[in-house]
């Protein structure tokens, strides 16, 4: 059985189940063999969860043979960021504070994956509580396009297990692009859905009001197929959506900028272009106010955070990670009356991308102005809010945006393509991106270390 399968689509794998070509155990098997093969030069996996993973193919298997068909996603290999309650399972959310916390329940998206037959293989590494920083105990997750580069952050372990072909899809949190970017960097689908529209009930939160939970896979297509059990609807399918017609803003402020690389540019540029030519019209857009959203994630991730991490801070500070202590603390010390601005302008702004979004039906840019650096930049300097300017501004308005891969480097290190909608329109994001992928099939590449 060749490793190829680990890349082919989730519905492929799917009707080979159903034929009887291909079964849960074995396909389990050999992600688990290569996770046990390309793990040690990723560091994608804090725990493999293998003895429950190959039980839960065995059920998937003897279910799918009696005719119980609980969804595209049955017995199809998944993982877990490492901040989503699993029970019985260690949950550590990437320190040294909850290295041997095992929860006694699952998360609200753990039980929907079991109910549509995944079969989760384990939970994958992430920067410190999701805040922008490795705690030394874990060690970053690496690049499989290479390995001397980050994966990003935080839900770096997700995507690079994905692009190494460690499971199908996996779950991650964003908060002010922490699913889209390491999916950029590391080629693949990473899609932050409707604020709300998926539950984050016993998942570790780093901001309330920011956070979102979302699926990373290879394809727009495998994304939307765990987004939908994530939302409590394993059945639905993502289809391409028809370009003809379909009006594209090209947010003007963000393609450009003094930190974009050349190379993304006109790989974004390219890819604007491949859109025209499939038939959509594309307009330049501007959204006012917009410049003043670097400034604005800060003010309410801080003293968010540092309301959540109030005991542990004052009880065992010398336990986190010494930037992600730095960081807390600083939660501590914003002024009410900035935070409070500062949500005024989030309603502004959400409002400003509402009227927008009358005249286009999806909003297009670069997902990171750079492909994956060699670290991850603080989330406090101005690296950190260059990095985030493009997916941030999506958080704070809750709109559901998708990052796909769009093109290479001079050095084969792959581009992200955001693609952002209207409140509730996340099955038509993702369908705008599976329709770009159908057009550029050529993109869906397996990274160096895979192959």
């Known amino acids: 059985m060749s490793e190829s399968i680990l890349f082919a689509p989730i519905q492929e794998i799917a009707a080979a189940y159903r034929n009887g070509t291909l079964s849960p155990v074995e396909v389990t098997g050999l992600a688990l063999a290569q996770i046990e093969r390309l793990n040690p030069n990723l560091n994608a996996f804090i725990t493999v969860t293998a003895d429950r993973a190959l039980a839960a193919a065995h059920r998937a298997q003897e279910e799918i043979r009696a005719g119980v068909d609980r969804g595209l996603l049955h017995g199809i290999p998944v993982a877990l960021k490492d901040l989503v309650d699993t029970a019985g399972i260690r949950t550590t959310c990437g320190s040294r504070i909850l290295a041997s916390h095992v929860p006694n329940r699952d998360a609200v998206i753990v039980q929907r994956l079991n109910e549509a037959g995944a079969v989760i293989v384990g939970k994958t590494n992430l920067l410190e509580f999701a805040y922008g920083i490795v705690h030394p105990d874990f060690g970053p997750t690496w690049n499989p396009w290479d390995t001397t580069r980050t994966a990003g952050g935080s839900s770096g372990g997700s995507a690079a297990a994905v692009a190494a072909g460690l499971c199908y899809a996996a779950v991650g949190t964003d908060t002010g692009g922490s699913i889209r970017i390491p999916a950029a960097y590391c080629g693949v689908a990473g899609f932050k859905p409707t604020y709300n529209r998926v539950s984050l009930a016993g998942v570790f939160p780093l901001s309330w009001s920011l956070d979102h939970a979302g699926p990373i896979a290879r394809t727009s297509a495998d994304a939307g197929l765990l987004f939908d059990a994530l939302a409590g609807t394993p059945y639905a399918r993502v289809t391409a959506a028809e370009l003809q017609g379909l009006r594209l803003g090209v947010l003007t402020a963000h393609r450009g900028g003094a930190e974009m690389e050349a190379p993304v540019i006109a790989a974004f540029d390219a890819a604007c ?96 102005p750079w492909v994956a650096p060699h670290e991850d930049p603080a989330v406090t300097g101005e690296e950190g809010a260059s990095e985030a300017r493009r997916t941030g501004p999506y958080n704070l308005t809750g709109l559901p945006a998708l990052t796909i891969n769009c093109g290479f480097d001079g050095a084969g290190l792959p581009i992200g393509l955001q693609i952002a909608g209207r409140p509730g329109d996340d099955h038509r994001v993702l369908g705008i991106g599976a329709a770009f992928e159908r057009a550029r099939p050529d993109l869906l590449r397996q990274p160096p270390l895979a192959r």
Do not use: C, N
């Open 273 to 368: 272009q491949e859109l025209e030519r499939a038939g959509a019209k594309l307009v330049d857009i501007t959204i006012p106010d917009l410049e003043i959203a670097d400034g604005a994630l800060m003010p309410i991730i801080g003293p968010e955070a540092a309301a959540i991490h109030r005991r542990w801070i004052r009880e065992q500070p010398e336990a986190y990670a010494a930037h992600t202590r730095l960081q807390i603390e600083l939660g501590f010390v914003v002024p009410a009356l900035t935070h409070i601005r500062v949500q005024q302008y989030r309603r502004r702004l959400t409002g400003h991308f509402l009227r927008a979004l009358e005249d286009v039906d999806a909003i297009l840019s670069p997902t990171a």
